[in-house]
C-alpha cells in the first residue's frame, strides 16, 4: 500500500479522492483535443451522476477540461473560469451499462478539432481510459500515452515499434483495438518517456495516419 492509497491525492476543493479522478478524466480529454476546449458535453454514469455534485465531480471535470491539474487553486472557480474561457458545456446523465460506477463519458469540442473519451476514477485520484474516439483502449495515464488512430495495414506495429526504439524511449503496455480488419484501427501505448514533437510528426506523416496525439504523464498533481 502505498502513501497515496492511504492519504488520497493532492488536490483543491473537496476531499473525496474521485474528485481528483474527474479532474484527471478531464485533463485527459483535454490533451487529446489538443486546442483550446469551446464545447463540452458530460455524461455521468451511476454513482458519478447520483453524488457528483456533492464531491464536486462537476467543478472537477470542467477544470480538468481546462487544462487544470487537481492542485490547481482554479478548481474551485472552475464554472467562472469556463465561462472567461469562452467553453460552454452541459452535463446529463447516461447509463453506460456494465461499467465502473464512478464513469464519465466527454464529448470536447474545440474550433477544428473534436474527441470523445471514456473513463472512470477508480480510486485514490486514479483513472482507467476505457475509449477514445469511439474504440477501445486501456490506460491510466500513469506513464506518457502515445495514441495512433490509422487504417488498419499489415506491419504498422512493427513501424511504431521501431520508432519508439529510434527514439531512446520503452514500450511500458500497448493496446490496439480495430472496428474491422483493414478498417480505423486505435493503438494506444504507454512508454517510459514523452516522444518528441519531431518523432510525433513522423507518425502523423503516415499514408495511413490520421490522428496522433502525445498525452503527458498525469499521476503528478
Known amino acids: 500500500m502505498s502513501l497515496l492509497d492511504m492519504i488520497g491525492p493532492v488536490m483543491i476543493g473537496p476531499s473525496s479522492s474521485h474528485t481528483a479522478g474527474a479532474c484527471r478524466l478531464g485533463l485527459v480529454a483535454h490533451h487529446l483535443l489538443g486546442e483550446a476546449p469551446r464545447e463540452a458535453r458530460i455524461g455521468l454514469h451511476a454513482s458519478f451522476a447520483k453524488t457528483g455534485r456533492g464531491h464536486g465531480t462537476h467543478l472537477a471535470l470542467i477544470a480538468g477540461i481546462l487544462g487544470y491539474r487537481p492542485d490547481d487553486a482554479r478548481l474551485a472557480q472552475a464554472f467562472e473560469e469556463a465561462e472567461r474561457a ?115 510528426h513522423f507518425l502523423n506523416s503516415w499514408q495511413v495516419t490520421d490522428w496522433v496525439r502525445m498525452l503527458p504523464k498525469l499521476m503528478d498533481g
Do not use: M, W
Not at 136 to 155: H, M, Q, S
Open 86 to 200: 469562452g467553453l460552454t458545456y452541459d452535463f446529463r446523465d447516461v447509463d453506460l451499462g456494465d461499467v465502473h460506477p464512478n464513469t464519465a463519458v466527454i464529448e470536447l469540442r474545440g474550433e477544428t478539432q473534436s474527441v470523445t473519451v471514456q473513463g472512470s476514477s477508480t480510486g485514490g485520484g486514479v483513472i482507467q481510459v476505457t475509449h477514445v474516439q469511439g474504440l477501445g483502449v486501456n490506460f491510466g495515464a500513469a506513464n506518457p500515452t502515445l495514441l495512433l488512430r490509422y487504417r488498419d495495414a499489415i506491419g504498422v506495429i512493427a513501424r511504431l515499434a521501431s520508432t519508439i526504439a529510434a527514439a531512446e524511449t520503452n514500450i511500458a503496455t500497448l493496446t490496439c483495438t480495430r472496428e474491422k480488419r483493414g478498417g480505423v484501427a486505435l493503438l494506444a501505448v504507454e512508454l517510459d518517456h514523452d516522444l518528441s514533437p519531431e518523432a510525433v
